[in-house]
């Protein structure tokens, strides 16, 4: 049984989770997790029809789903027909995680023992929480925090002035000043008369050998995970929403921008200034020339640019058209 190291949970029966839906196979239900890892005693969500081959493997209990394409989830996952996916999700996710909502302030916080870090060099006024582990040899700059069951492996350096939450870092890590990593994600659903908050319950993983310029923010996932492949590099003011998963090897430019959900493949170069849009792929070996916007999947080895980015070779004839326009 997974457990969440960094929010509390609490195990409720299916049948008490949604009083108000017929059920016919009850268990207690373990945890909220993606399609592609859950398991018999979890419950996850399918709410679109590009996600149809993950549901039609999932392994999970029961399923959030629509009428429209609950005929898509195995016979054995108890599919729970509701109108609004996200919107009944954020309900069972406020009861299962009642501390998930909010990113409260972690009231654990004070300075580093030294018998306990023996390895670790701190800066000024830094602050740690219960719980954390933090690997030989690495280094943590002035006036940083790092919240409760964090974890950071050997030989990292975290700059002056970084706050970490809701995070695993790798070997060789280096992250610099004024980060802030594992905060919870822009996770709301449209509704009147209020917008409804969806709870954050995922972390960030960061692999070994990344690093990290200033001032970089990285959600962490919702009910899945944020995850940093190895050895990639990410310059300056770049923003990486809840769920992305970025390959290793790659190169990122200042000020690039990912929204929610979308996978990035391995050694892909992204220009300073690109946006790309939520729940989309990017295939391996791409590049993205800066200032592009990505509004639809890649396949493996293109160039692309513009907005929408488009293949390089079409960029260019647009331009000479325009030119001569």
């Known amino acids: 049984m997974r457990s969440n190291i960094f929010f509390s949970k609490k195990n409720i029966k299916l049948k008490k989770l949604f009083p108000n839906i017929e059920i016919k196979k009850d268990f207690l239900v373990n945890d909220v997790r993606p399609l592609n890892s859950a398991k018999k005693n979890d419950i996850s969500i399918f709410d679109s029809i ?27 996952t108890v599919k729970i027909v509701v109108k609004n996916v996200l ?52 280094f943590v700059g002035s006036n940083s925090i790092i919240e409760s069951n964090s974890i950071i492996g050997n030989d990292c350096v975290i700059g002056s002035s970084v706050i970490i939450k809701n995070t695993i870092i790798g070997d060789r890590v280096v992250i610099q000043d004024n980060c802030k990593i594992g905060q919870k994600g822009f996770g709301f659903i449209p509704f009147k008369p209020k917008n409804i908050k969806l709870p954050h319950i995922g972390k960030v993983i960061i692999e070994n050998d990344v690093e990290i310029a200033s001032s970089c923010t990285i959600d962490r996932g919702s ?71 990505v509004v639809k999947n890649i396949d493996d080895n293109q160039i692309v640019m513009g907005y929408p980015a488009k293949s390089f070779k079409e960029f260019l004839k647009d331009q000479k058209k325009n030119d001569k326009s």
């Open 223 to 293: 009910i899945d995970d944020t995850i940093i492949g190895n050895n990639t590099y990410i310059d300056n003011q770049v923003h990486i929403a809840h769920n992305v998963k970025i390959g290793s090897n790659c190169m990122i430019a200042g000020q690039v921008g990912f929204a929610g959900s979308s996978t990035i493949g391995n050694n892909v170069a992204i220009g300073g200034q690109a946006g790309i849009s939520g729940h989309l792929k990017i295939g391996n070996n791409v590049k993205i020339g800066g200032g592009s916007g």
């Open 87 to 138: 919107f009944e999700l954020s309900k069972i996710l406020k009861k299962i995680y009642h501390n998930a909502e909010i990113d409260y302030p972690d009231m654990s916080l004070n300075k580093p023992k030294k018998a306990k870090f023996k390895t670790v060099k701190f800066g000024n006024n830094v602050l740690v929480g219960k719980n954390i582990k933090i690997g030989k040899n690495s």
């Open 50 to 76: 590009k996600y149809k081959d993950l549901a039609q493997k999932t392994s999970a209990g029961a399923c959030l789903t629509t009428n429209k394409i609950k005929d898509f989830l195995p016979q054995k």
